[in-house]
């Protein structure tokens, strides 16, 4: 089975400062791909940022970086300068396959607060 | 570019009836995924769509069901609602490529109660 796991129900930082969330997923294939997605209040989940789990490098987008560990199957979001704006609930999410379709499967979220 | 669109955005109905929820995906993608998320819980799949025909799904009874059109968009619909149906179903279309894991693209989300 295909699990995703987010330890951190809620999580909460200052703004200005850095913050890291975790993740670890659970699967048989060699080659995947992870995502973290952003759920501001309003409800629209963005993408933040995409890992291919064959590459090394690990990916950024801007504040945004990923510590991905494929052999511990971890893949954490540092998210440095936290903005206001950050405040949302944060999904890790895997690509897996099923019945020959791609389908992302979600962790339970962590709810991060960006206080002022 | 026009992103992905749901309608309506707010649904009641009472245990028994049926609802058909609505997707219009993001312009140039043939995918669409649907996400059921349960008040404090991730997203969970559904089925998806590829080209009009069912291309995988989830762990959902037949009363959920859906179309895709061939503009690409897409219909969910719920039959025979339960209470445990009221949830924000989410929508996402993709352009998925030959090395896949294509990043998906959200809808804002239909939130549907169920009385």
């Known amino acids: 089975a295909q699990t995703v796991t987010q330890s951190q129900p809620e999580m909460s930082v200052q703004e200005a400062e850095t913050v890291t969330l975790s993740c670890t997923y659970d699967t048989s294939e060699n080659n995947y791909y992870l995502f973290w997605y952003k759920q501001p209040p309003s409800r629209q989940m963005i993408l933040v940022i995409r890992q291919e789990a064959y590459k090394q490098q690990n990916a950024t987008e801007n504040r945004f970086s990923v510590n991905f560990q494929k052999a511990a199957k971890s893949f954490s979001l540092k998210i440095s300068d936290s903005q206001l704006g950050d405040t949302a609930m944060y999904f890790c999410a895997f690509i897996g396959t099923q019945g020959g379709s791609e389908k992302l499967v979600f962790g339970k979220g962590t709810k991060l607060t960006v206080n002022p | 570019e026009t992103g992905v669109t749901q309608s309506p955005t707010h649904l009641i109905k009472t245990r028994g009836q049926q609802v058909t929820l609505r997707c219009s995906s993001q312009?140039?993608?043939?995918?669409v995924s649907w996400y059921q998320q349960a008040l404090g819980q991730g997203p969970q799949f559904i089925f998806q769509?590829?080209?009009?025909?069912?291309?995988g799904r989830g762990n959902f009874p037949p009363r959920f069901s859906g179309l895709q059109f061939p503009n690409y968009s897409s219909e969910l619909n719920v039959n025979a609602l339960e209470l445990d149906d009221s949830a924000l179903y989410l929508c996402?279309?993709?352009?998925?490529?030959?090395?896949?894991?294509?990043?998906?693209?959200f809808g804002p989300g239909t939130r549907l109660l169920v009385l």
């Open positions: 769509y590829y080209r009009e025909e069912e291309n």
């Open positions: 312009s140039g993608h043939n995918t």
């Open positions: 996402a279309s993709s352009f998925p490529g030959l090395a896949g894991g294509e990043t998906q693209y």
